[in-house]
């Protein structure tokens, strides 16, 4: 078991550019997760999919970001365009069981300039 | 919304016990979880409870009250690859997904 994969791991992006990060979950994990992590804000839920379907996404910032689930097994979280405030670690996590927690992947670090 | 309280930062000594405080607000509550993240790294699922009392894995121990809206993490016999952050989160309005408190950064110390 590979764990959840992430990428990529780190992420420099000029302000106004887009930004596409990938996440593959655990096979079998029906759950999957967006989380963004900042020093003033902690660890902040974006959006959750159920079985490919978003279910909750009211923790996306705005318009300018979007995530996606094609298959069970890829998802991506895209912004357009970055800004510099969206600089953070953006964790993917996947489930089979959100009561057992979530296995986390080792994150994207974004840092937008 | 949520409210998760949780002190910021705490120091302990190798060999020690130390108990890491939670307090939480919430409506429709269905859980809380506990995580430990190291620095760099993503966090790892250490424990959840829904239900009142105190849970024991290994030299780690969690404990929660409803009525009180209150958790604890217990960690025994410190070592020092226990520095880390400990995130409290609770899941409420009847699903799984929790929201996070800011964290507890642990140092322990020789």
């Known amino acids: 078991d590979a764990g959840v994969i992430q990428s990529p791991r780190h992420e420099v992006t000029e302000m106004g550019q887009e930004v596409t990060l990938r996440c593959k979950p655990i096979?079998?994990?029906?759950?999957l997760f967006w989380y963004r992590q900042t020093m003033m804000r902690g660890l902040e839920l974006l959006i959750y999919f159920n079985n490919n379907v978003p279910i909750d996404d009211s923790g996306m910032p705005e318009d300018r970001f979007s995530a996606k689930m094609p298959n069970a097994s890829f998802s991506t979280l895209k912004i357009q365009p970055s800004e510099p405030r969206d600089s953070a670690v953006y964790f993917c996590?996947?489930?089979?069981?959100?009561?057992?927690?979530?296995?986390f992947g080792s994150g994207t670090r974004l840092t937008v300039v | 919304g949520q409210n998760i309280d949780q002190p910021t930062e705490m120091t302990a000594t190798e060999g020690a016990i130390v108990q890491i405080n939670c307090t939480y607000q919430t409506s429709g509550f269905n859980g809380l979880f506990w995580y430990q993240q190291h620095a760099g790294e993503a966090p790892t699922f250490l424990s959840y409870?829904?239900?009142?009392g105190l849970e024991e894995k290994g030299r780690f121990s969690s404990f929660l009250s409803r009525s009180k809206g209150y958790s604890y993490l217990l960690l025994k016999e410190l070592q020092m690859k226990d520095s880390a952050s400990y995130l409290c989160?609770?899941?409420?309005?009847?699903?799984?997904?929790?929201?996070f408190g800011r964290g507890t950064s642990l140092i322990v110390h020789p």
């Open positions: 096979s079998g994990h029906d759950y």
């Open positions: 409870n829904v239900l009142d």
């Open positions: 989160a609770a899941a409420s309005g009847g699903s799984y997904i929790p929201t």
């Open positions: 996590a996947s489930s089979d069981r959100p009561d057992y927690g979530y296995t």
